[in-house]
């Protein structure tokens, strides 16, 4: 049972994964296959009807969730183009700037770029008191966001401001606010992408280094990713429901790929061994990490984590099987042993499937 | 909490904005850390990537010279294990040392302050150097090569680097000709090289070079008007431009002239 479930449904997702739960139970019981086993009476069957329809008409009015799998779709579509319109209203608007901005007065350009964030943050304000959905709420807030990026760098660009990482703590911030505001995922990622980049690069800037040089040695970005994996275990998110879920994913990819790189992308490191036994152990790490996190994610439920986490044990298993195997062994055989190595991985997630059911089945 | 977030977003965006501008007023307080006259040779035009991007930039242009001396290059002359030490580089490794490349090699470029002397006796050195090197290899191989010639190279060259302005700025008193602008410095090691016919042996030696200095300066209204009709008629474009740096050691274009037209 999932973090959702165990509450009361106080969010979008919430609700939405609660309506799917009573459509599925009223479609399956509408088959003849479960009609055999389990025979609701008429006046049951009545009660159980309406319980479903009143449940659903509740949850659409209070979270405009979709009750039908073609409201499902449609929504899905909807999704995806107000995210892309948001993009693309960002790009126009940021593109409009460039091709004016030249020909305004200093004040003027700095009115403008600083009013711009507002009234973008005023609209998803005014947007989100009149719909339940979010989509043009999230649409606007995105613009907010890019119209903050650009009113800052514009102004460093005016004023010939030397490059600082104060930016990304304050675009950070401000990315977060919004994403708790409106309970938005893709700013909570971005919001957190730049909180990591933000401290990992003040960490750099302190001990004398240019900031832009935070992910050299990526060791600090992994601890800091890591940090981040851990934030949805300290702070309960009732409201929020969805977003443990995207603290748990930015963190263990910002994680994986940091190691990655420490084990295959000849990038410094901060530890003092030869550079060939600092790649052995990032791999050896990315191999074990890997293998526990898979494990972590099963056993709680955190498919997203299981899946980032079998994506990267996959990579680590097979570059490592590369560097052995690929100068000396005829290609056709490389292949061959990884298909089998293939076969045997899906044996093995087979088998863990196998085991989880037998144990998901009541005594 | 969803109030909170939305008052602490609105909050940042004011914050940050209140920030940025007192920043920049607080930069031009004051009598500036550096008045110096340039030319288009310092200060070209920036590249537009964008045709519709109509802000004017120019690009800061610099040298820090290494030299073919006798066949072997060799670090800036302000490059010493004193200015390293200043900068923060640890130096505790002889460059003679086995370790050293990678120990060297391990140390990440540091923030620091430069000095460019502009049109000085750095820049008479360079053109002197590059003078005796031409006549030293008239004879040999490259003679067929065509002679290296200055016009239109940056007479801005490093002459110094340190930790902080106010430091540099006394070993550098004149804020007319040296201008002292943030950079990132790294460390290098200079190989030992042996004797070879008239050209002597050197010794291992620790030697930096100057990374990156930030070189985009926007050019505000109503003096980027110039440039864009400049840009209409690109060529033989002269100006010398006015650049301020203020407390906060960021530019700031104060005057373009463009020559007087020439009788006829």
Known sequence: ????????????????????????????????????????????????????????????ERFDVDTTVSEERVSWG???????????????????????????????????????????????????????????????????????????????????????????????????????????????????????????????????????????RPELVAIL????????????????????????LVGSIVFFLCILSLAESDVPSYLPFRHVNIERLYEFVGL??????????????????ANVSAASFVIFLFTRLYR???????????????????????????????????????? | MKRASLVAAAAILLVADAFALIHARWNRLGPPETDITLTERELPLGY??????????????????????????????????DILRELGFDTSVPPSDPRAIEF?????????????????PAWQTHVKDTARQAREQGSGAQARLPLHTHDGETRLIVVDAGSAVA?????????????????????????AARANGDQPARPARLSAAVQQIPASIHVPEPLSDLFRRWQRNPSQIKYRVRLLYGAENEPWVAAVETPAPSNP
């Open chain 1, 288 to 305: 074990l990490v890997s293998a526990g996190a898979i494990w972590l994610g099963i056993v709680r439920h955190w498919y997203g984590l």
């Open chain 2, 167 to 191: 430091r540099l700025r006394r070993r550098h008193p004149d804020r007319h000709s040296v201008m002292i602008v943030p950079a990132v410095v790294r460390i290098t090691l200079e190989l």
């Open chain 1, 78 to 216: 909807m999704r995806i183009v107000s995210t892309l319109g948001g993009i693309a209203i960002c790009a126009a608007v940021v593109l409009f700037f460039l091709r004016y901005w030249g020909n305004l007065g200093t004040p003027v350009q700095a009115v403008i770029v600083c009013a711009a964030p507002l009234a973008a943050l005023a609209g998803a304000e005014f947007a989100a008191a009149r719909e339940r959905t979010l989509y043009f709420t999230g649409l606007l807030a995105l613009m907010a966001f890019v119209l903050f990026v650009m009113n800052l760098a514009a102004l460093a660009s005016i004023f010939n401001f030397e490059s600082t990482e104060r930016a990304l703590l304050a675009w950070g911030a401000f990315a977060l606010g919004l994403a708790y505001r409106y309970g938005l995922r893709l700013l909570l990622a971005a919001g957190l992408l730049l909180a990591i980049s933000y401290a990992a690069a003040a960490v750099t800037a302190q001990f004398g280094y240019r900031w832009l040089d935070f992910s050299d």
């Open chain 2, 48 to 81: 537009n990537a964008d045709e519709e991007d109509t802000s004017v930039t120019l690009d800061l242009r610099w040298m820090d010279i290494s030299w073919e001396a006798f066949g072997q290059e060799q670090g800036p002359r302000w490059a010493n294990p």
């Open chain 1, 1 to 60: 049972m999932g973090e959702a479930e165990r509450r009361p449904v106080t969010s979008q997702s919430g609700a939405q994964q609660s309506a799917d739960r009573v459509r599925l139970l009223r479609e399956e019981l509408a088959t003849p296959e479960l009609q055999r086993v389990l025979a609701l009476s008429p006046e049951q069957q009545k009660r159980f009807d309406d319980w479903a329809a009143d449940r659903l008409a509740q949850l659409a």
């Open chain 2, 104 to 120: 060297y090699n391990r140390q990440r470029p540091r923030r620091a302050f430069v000095a460019l002397e502009y049109d000085g």
């Open chain 1, 324 to 363: 052995w195997w690929w100068d000396w062994m005829p290609k056709y055989l490389f292949f061959a042993v990884i298909g089998a190595l293939g076969i045997a991985l899906v044996l093995v997630f087979k088998r863990l499937r196998g085991r989880m059911a037998r144990k998901a089945v009541p005594a």
């Open chain 1, 225 to 248: 990713a890591v940090l981040v994996f851990c934030v949805p275990l300290a702070i309960p998110h009732p409201r929020c429901a969805d977003f443990p879920a995207v603290y748990r």
